[in-house]
């Protein structure tokens, strides 16, 4: 069993900062991948940013300049430090990890529950 629990969301006025944070746990072998996603009401899934293992780093160009994703391997854990935020930011934010359960098997993608972050005008 794995989980993904994120922590960090919550209310901020624009031009402020939050910093999210996510621990997974459980039968981990190995993660390749950690990143964020978010979702505002009414709108699909997008890619925030992504962290490898190997600290390769993408942004969505959204968030590029203002967002800064950092990884510990040896904790499992992936943070996404937010600055000046901006009400488009607005969404739940999800963790996820693409990760082994031990060495014979093949990487899966796992999620966390979300968490909310809203940026008042």
């Known amino acids: 069993q ?70 510990d391997n040896a904790k499992n854990t992936v943070a996404l430090q937010m600055s000046s935020l901006k009400p488009e930011d607005t969404g739940v934010y999800y963790c996820y990890a693409n990760l082994l359960y031990s060495a014979r098997s093949t990487y899966r993608v796992h999620w966390g529950q979300g968490t909310q972050v809203t940026v008042s005008s």
């Open 2 to 71: 794995v989980q993904l629990v994120e922590s960090g969301g919550g209310l901020v006025q624009a031009g402020g900062s939050l910093r999210l944070s996510c621990e997974a746990s459980g039968s981990i072998f190995s993660i390749n991948a950690m990143g964020w996603y978010r979702q505002a009401p009414g709108m699909q899934r997008e890619f925030v940013a992504l962290i490898t293992s190997g600290n390769s780093i993408n942004y969505a160009d959204s968030v590029k300049g203002r967002f800064t994703i950092s990884r």
